[in-house]
């Protein structure tokens, strides 16, 4: 009797190996078949024209824009799975430069940019994000004016030699976004 009840328990073990098997094959091919974004900012690397708009005070209700224009040069590094970002405009509040160093995650399969201006010199909070049908969002939270706000960056309208980027805050919990910042680029050949 007793290697009967054995006999069963190992039974029962078999079959139930047997039947999960194909649920664990198909975990991993999710993951396998996973995008993989590493290549998703390549279409930037390059030399850059900048128009820039930006917001002169953002979440207050102001709609005054300030314009500039000039260059921003990106290079890619890591074998692409980072790359720098060089901004320099001018525009009549003065001169802007800036820099982005971007990097990818393999195991989360998403970018995490940071932007330091030189005023500051320090690197701003990542927003976290990937692309998705030739559009790139990317998220954090961060304090502005005493309070933590949300922080939306839009990459669109991505062609071989244009794209645009926009950067807008929420200070309700992203119910309602305000673009703060555009910038439309065309490459330089």
């Given at each position: ?8 328990k ?23 078949t996973?995008?993989d ?23 207050t ?27 320099e405009v001018?525009?009549p ?9 971007r ?22 909070v ?54 703060n ?5 065309t490459?330089?050949?």
């Amino acid at each position: 009797m007793n290697a009967l009840k054995h006999f069963r328990k190992y039974l029962l073990a078999c079959s139930l190996i047997v039947v999960l098997q194909p649920l664990r094959g198909t975990s991993l091919q999710k993951t396998a078949t996973q995008k993989d974004g590493q290549h998703d900012f390549d279409f930037e690397i390059g030399t850059w024209k900048t128009h820039l708009s930006r917001l002169q005070h953002p979440l207050t209700g102001s709609h005054v824009w300030i314009e500039y224009e000039g260059s921003s040069v990106v290079r890619k590094i890591w074998d692409g799975r980072a790359n720098l970002v060089e901004l320099e405009v001018d525009g009549p509040t003065g001169h802007v430069e800036g820099l982005s160093l971007r990097f990818y995650n393999p195991q989360s399969h998403q970018w995490s940019l940071n932007f330091a201006n030189v005023k500051a010199g320090t690197l701003s909070v990542p927003t976290i994000g990937e692309f998705k049908n030739g559009r790139g969002e990317f998220y954090d939270q961060e304090p502005f004016n005493g309070r933590m706000i949300l922080v939306r960056n839009v990459w669109s309208d991505i062609t071989a030699n244009s794209c645009r980027f926009e950067q807008a805050f929420s200070d309700d919990g992203g119910k309602t976004w305000e673009t703060n910042w555009i910038a439309v680029d065309t490459r330089v050949k």
